[in-house]
């Protein structure tokens, strides 16, 4: 059984920066993707990036080069990092992961960007 906890959302200014987590544990094989989507209010969801577990990245481009996603192996976990964050980003990021095929999601974790 595999699950997904995501953490680091919140509320920021526009310009400020975010680190989303997510640990999944379970029953995890070693070739996996892992990656992140999100949902703005009144819009469906959208690709942010994925990554493999050998590091190869699909990135959606909704952050205009601002999203940069990583993944640490050893602890099962992917992060997002946000940079120069505006109110458009506001939305709930969800953690996703592939694992042989069958995909698994997290409760989503918001972000809010506003002055």
């Known amino acids: 059984q595999v699950q997904l906890v995501e953490s680091g959302g919140g509320l920021v200014q526009p310009g400020g920066s975010l680190r989303l987590s997510c640990v999944v544990s379970?029953?995890?094989?070693?070739?996996?993707?892992m990656g992140w989507y999100r949902q703005i209010p009144g819009k469906q969801r959208e690709l942010v990036a994925l990554?493999?577990?050998?590091?190869?990245?699909t990135d959606g481009g909704s952050g205009e080069g601002r999203f940069t996603v990583s993944r640490d192996n050893a602890k099962n976990t992917v992060f997002l990092q946000i940079d120069s964050l505006k109110p458009e980003d506001t939305a709930d990021y969800y953690c996703?992961?592939?694992?042989?095929?069958?995909?698994?999601w997290g409760q989503g974790t918001q972000v809010t960007v506003s002055s």
């Open positions: 996703y992961t592939n694992i042989n095929g069958l995909g698994y």
């Open positions: 379970g029953s995890i094989f070693s070739r996996n993707i």
């Open positions: 990554i493999t577990s050998s590091g190869g990245i």
